[in-house]
């Protein structure tokens, strides 16, 4: 996936996320998974549709769940309570729903699917082997990781959102398309070249977060 369209769901979350706390959000080194299985304990997935297909999860501990969940409500949670899971899936709603506006202003077209709270990382376990951007989002009240799994559903061969492509540059139906510079190259993925380019954006992705 291109490095312009990851870049909206980090800072839509950035965003969200500061303006929800009033507090400063610290990127962590972005990292790659092979498929989008979370490490914390209190997890929320939504699925993406569309232009894009796959999932989106963010993770955190008990401590940046009940803060968070604490600052919505302006109350203090000593249990994940139904309350205080509806607040964390709203603000999981929030930060899609920025990310996904963000998108849309880049010619993009999305449906998603409302957000699943599931608690205890052992429950959780996935079959997709799609390339997973993960990134650590810090502030006082603990870490919120965020889990991009996506990939495009359908290119069309003399354009995709904006992005044009040569004769020879199409690109087959649930291509898994991972940081591909500026123009898509397909058979360049086919040889194996996907995570070396993944590996240089997020170079780039280290120098703004």
């Known amino acids: 996936m291109r490095l312009d369209h990851i870049n909206p769901f980090i800072e839509a979350a950035r965003y969200v996320l500061s303006e929800i706390s009033h507090l400063d959000i610290k990127g962590g080194e972005p990292s790659l998974k092979h498929s989008p299985i979370p490490t914390k304990d209190n997890v929320i997935i939504i699925g993406i549709a569309g232009d894009m297909e796959g999932r989106v999860i963010f993770e955190m501990d008990d401590k940046a769940a009940l803060t968070l969940a604490g600052i919505m409500n302006n109350t203090k949670f000593e249990q994940l309570n139904p309350i205080a899971i509806d607040s964390l899936s709203e603000l999981t709603n929030m930060m899609i729903g920025n990310a996904v506006s963000r998108l849309n202003d880049m010619g993009f077209n999305f449906t998603v699917t409302p957000p699943t709270f599931l608690k205890g990382r052992d429950m959780i376990s996935s079959t997709s082997q799609i390339e997973t ?6 502030a006082e009240y603990g870490e919120v990781t965020l889990n991009i799994a996506v990939r495009y559903k359908h290119l069309i061969k003399r354009g995709f959102a904006g992005h044009s492509f040569g004769e020879d540059q199409g690109a087959d139906e649930d291509s898994n398309l991972s940081f591909a510079g500026p123009e898509y190259r397909p058979a360049d993925l086919a040889s194996g070249i996907t995570i070396n380019m993944l590996l ?10």
């Open 133 to 138: 951007l993960v990134i650590n989002l810090s």
């Open 200 to 209: 240089k954006g997020l170079e780039k992705i280290k120098r703004t977060v």
